[in-house]
């Protein structure tokens, strides 16, 4: 489905840090944003309470199952012509993201094997809501602390997918320190990032992946 979005600049240079963090555009910054936040139940009180004026126009494709899951878990706001500015904008300004301004914004492609398992779900997700496994990843490794016990335990190395990813530099170097103190690779640190992103928010397809 094709949305106009109407947004304030500040809601707008908070989506470009954002992007810029995460190392993706501006689309898969909101379709992410939406897919994880879509189940916090909110009034339109909150939704029109950090609204100013509608300064950046945007449109953009949105896939079917994302409006479908914004209408069910917000069944007040449905009547309401311009939801989709107000949640964008809602999302948005509800907090910020600190930066380091010596955060290098150049990527690192890597190339790894991930359990099929972990696979068949995020290209799950990724076909029903246009969430990037990349975007999965990112967002994982900015926000979220690995078990390595465990997540070495849930690597299933002989039942494999290989596939391309990118990461901000800055996370990289995460990576690369996690593996000089820890002695593991990056085929299981990937593998373990996205599956704490499966654990935060894989609720919302879970009567498809059964």
């Known amino acids: ?67 479908d899951l914004f209408e069910e878990n917000q069944p007040t706001l449905k009547k309401i012509n311009n939801k989709y500015s107000l949640y964008i904008e809602h999302l948005l300004s509800k907090d910020q993201w600190s930066t380091n301004e010596n955060w290098l914004t150049n990527k690192k492609q890597m190339v790894v094997n991930i359990s099929n398992d972990t696979y068949r779900k995020i290209q799950f997700i990724k076909e029903k809501t246009n969430v990037s496994i990349k975007s999965m990843l990112n967002y994982s490794l900015l926000n979220f602390e690995l078990d390595l016990e465990n997540s ?25 320190d996690i593996q000089k103190r820890y002695e593991v690779n ?25």
Request: charged residues 30%; hydrophobic residues 40%; glycine residues 2%.
């Open 1 to 67: 489905m094709k949305i106009a979005l109407n947004i304030s600049s500040e809601a707008k240079n908070e989506l470009n840090k954002r992007s810029k963090l995460l190392g993706i555009t501006n689309s898969a910054t909101i379709h992410l944003l939406w897919y994880i936040n879509v189940r916090e139940e909110l009034s339109f009180d909150d939704l029109t309470k950090s609204y100013v004026v509608k300064e950046t126009q945007m449109q953009m494709q949105v896939k079917d199952y994302l409006i």
């Open 152 to 176: 070495v335990k849930m690597y299933d190395d002989k039942d494999t997918v290989k596939i391309n990813v990118s990461v901000p530099k800055y996370l990289k170097d995460v990576m690369t």
């Open 186 to 210: 990056n085929n299981i640190l990937v593998d373990g990032y996205i599956r704490k992103f499966l654990e935060n928010f894989n609720g919302y397809l879970e009567k498809y992946l059964k």
